[in-house]
């Protein structure tokens, strides 16, 4: 019968069958306007009624055949296709994974908390101000007459006349004692700026300011509590000596060095703060009365100390962010 050759005829060409177009040719060749079913059907006009029946039966049979094999060999397809896809997309889960790595504390940041802690376990509060300042605070209620050399544009940042860049956490002093009464017992840690550049040097550099006022504050007071902050921070017996100084703002002044050796294993003396029992004129500025109180002031440098305790000999290397230099710490 035509019939079972047609099927036959199909069979073979669907086992060349390599993708979807050349399915799609060989479905236009069996079913299209040109085909086998096609010519069939149109053959039914010169049958009987009764011929009709019979031979049209038997070609819709014959035609949801052909659909059938052509669909079944369309699926093989998508499925040979995702098969091919999956396996070319796996994932090797036996690659090793990228480690991320971990940052940490930088080591001023480091040094700064410590310090805030030792002066919080001494009862001190921790305050912060701002770093653009105006002349009054950071010179004028500080006592720093206008021709002081700190005043100078060589030192100071000046943003507009009257407005710079703090050159010492000192105006915190002012911005404290104005709105508190005695007794004070602060520290403020911060941001400085000045015009300097070198080993020891940077133009933005680190303070921790410290203020004490009640009644009967002496040297004594500061000095022992300069002397504990110095034991609790190097955990060791240091060698420290105050040396007479001056700041306009403290009366008497005086200076901190703390020794330390060099990469030469040469002892030397560092300077690492400012220090004296605040000036009676500081407390005219802010109307205290200084018959009835004194206290004590001193201002640290942080990279110095930090640059004592972690052994480091160029400030600079604070702020290259030199993982090498970060990571030991
Ligand atoms: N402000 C001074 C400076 O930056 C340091 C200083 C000295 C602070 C004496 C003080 C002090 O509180 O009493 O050089």
């Excluded at 396996?87 to 971990?102: E, H, M, Q």
Aim: some cysteine; hydrophobic content about 35%; aromatic content about 10%.
């Amino acid at each position: 019968m035509i019939s079972e050759n047609l099927i036959q005829d199909l069979n073979i060409e669907l086992t060349e069958v390599k993708n979807k177009n050349d399915l799609m040719n060989v479905k236009s060749k069996f079913l299209g306007k040109k085909g086998p079913i096609v010519k069939l059907t149109s053959e039914l006009k010169s049958l009987t009624i009764e011929e009709k029946k019979i031979r049209g039966t038997e070609i819709n049979r014959i035609k949801s055949q052909i659909e059938l094999l052509i669909n079944k060999k369309l699926n093989e397809i998508e499925n040979e296709e995702i098969n091919k896809k999956l396996n070319s997309d796996r994932i090797d889960i036996t690659l090793p994974g990228k480690a991320s790595s971990f940052g940490s504390v930088h080591p001023l940041t480091q040094i700064l908390d410590e310090i805030i802690d030792i002066f919080e376990g001494y009862g001190f509060q921790t305050v912060e101000g701002p770093e653009i300042e105006t002349n009054f605070y950071n010179f004028e209620a500080l006592n720093i007459p206008k021709d002081h050399p700190a005043r100078d544009m060589q030192d100071t940042f000046y943003l507009e006349d009257d407005v710079l860049l703090r050159t010492h956490t000192s105006p915190m002093q002012i911005r404290i004692m104005e709105n508190n009464q005695p007794p004070i017992k602060i520290i403020s840690p911060g941001k400085v700026y000045r015009c300097d550049s070198d080993v020891t040097h940077t133009p933005m550099f680190h303070q921790v300011e410290g203020l004490l006022v009640d009644k009967d504050i002496s040297f004594a007071n500061l000095k022992s509590i300069l002397n504990n902050f110095c034991h609790d921070f190097f955990q060791k017996d240091i060698n420290i000596r105050f040396r007479p100084s001056y700041f306009p703002f403290t009366e008497p002044s005086a200076e901190l060095d703390i020794e330390w050796e060099n990469k030469n294993g040469e002892k030397k003396w560092m300077e690492v703060l400012g220090c004296g029992l605040v000036n009676p004129k500081v407390f005219d500025f802010v109307n205290y009365d200084a018959k009835n109180y004194s206290g004590f002031a001193f201002g640290m440098g942080i990279e110095r100390l930090a640059m004592i305790k972690l052994g480091i000999t160029d400030i600079r290397y604070f702020y290259q962010n030199d993982i090498k230099f970060l990571k030991q710490f």
